[in-house]
């Protein structure tokens, strides 16, 4: 089997998002005005107009750069491009200082375990509608490994088991959460691998995407293929190549294709070349992000820069 040399993607440093008022969001709060304006425009400004975000080759990303071009009221907002860990330090900075900020979010993510967050409504439907995350492979992977394409056909679980691993990895390694998610649901990988062929030292490498969602989804498959007998490689890769690698024949399968929006484009350009096994999740969904206590509900409520 062909490997994957691993694609390099230099992930954004943490940045400081800075804020001009003093003191904490309830406080200003307080001094309110009350009018509705007034409060969106504070924001904004509190904000220096800026939404933070993520790795710059993030679906995610593009999408709310798609949002800001669509929606009248954001002109002059930017989105910062940072890393998933960097956006985690920042939102977990301005909720213990209760103080406003918008970021780029998404379901399964333990963000949304951790912290009581809400999405802003999209009246326009710029970041679409719930989403799957699918299992694709390469052609020719049912005849060279029907046992591996059987476990891959069938596996499938539910956001509250992907976000449960992704919570439990921020106090141990994701190796060890995956570990102990198959341990403790052996009746649902029962149900993937129940009359599969075992296999002695076959060798299968499956491409993801870097982010805790899909390292979460590829080291629960890579248990189970080893329990197969299978020799399993994972190796991330930036989402372009992800399709690209499974077009090729570079690498033989992946969980991590979110569907149809954030990887849509991505899908048209090869779907001609790979075989879609259909969603292994259902359910996700993406779009900005707030602490409950920010007294906003949809992006229409933002003020342009003035």
């Not at 904004?44 to 709310?64: H, K, N, R, S, W």
């Not at 669509?70 to 860990?85: I, K, P």
């Not at 024949?249 to 569907?259: C, Y």
Request: proline share 5%.
């Amino acid at each position: 089997m062909m490997k994957l040399k691993l694609f390099g993607i230099t992930l954004a440093l943490s940045f400081s998002l800075v804020l001009t008022g003093c003191g904490g969001y309830e406080a200003e709060e307080e001094q309110d005005n009350g009018n509705a304006g007034d409060e969106t425009a504070n924001l904004g400004e509190e904000l220096e107009y800026t939404i933070t975000g993520i790795e710059p080759g993030a679906g995610a990303m593009g999408l709310a750069q798609t949002t800001l071009e669509e929606y009248e009221n954001l002109e002059g907002w930017e989105v910062l491009e940072s890393s998933t860990a960097g956006m985690m330090t920042e939102l977990g900075e301005a909720i213990n200082n209760e103080e406003p900020i918008i970021v780029v979010g998404w379901n399964p993510h333990y963000m949304f375990a951790e912290y009581d967050l809400k999405y802003l409504e999209d009246p326009k439907g710029t970041f679409g509608e719930e989403e799957n995350i699918n299992t694709i492979t390469r052609m020719g992977l049912e005849e060279d490994m029907p046992s591996a394409y059987e476990i891959l056909d069938r596996f499938n679980w539910e956001v509250e088991d992907m976000e449960g691993i992704m919570l439990e990895a921020q106090d141990v390694s994701m190796e060890e959460a995956a570990s102990a998610w198959v341990e403790d649901n052996q009746d649902k990988v029962n149900e993937w691998t129940e009359g599969v062929e075992p296999v002695d030292g076959k060798e299968i490498e499956l491409v993801l995407t870097p982010w805790d969602s899909e390292r979460a989804s590829g080291e629960v498959m890579k248990l189970v293929l080893e329990e197969q007998g299978f020799q399993v490689t994972l190796t991330p890769v930036d989402p372009a190549i992800v399709f690209q690698a499974i077009a090729n024949g570079e690498a033989d399968a992946s969980l991590a294709p979110w569907l149809p929006i954030t990887h849509g484009s991505f899908y048209e350009d090869y779907k001609e070349d790979i075989v879609d096994l259909g969603p292994n999740l259902q359910g996700t969904i993406i779009g900005l992000t707030v602490p409950e206590y920010m007294d906003i509900d949809s992006i229409e409520d933002l003020q342009p820069k003035e």
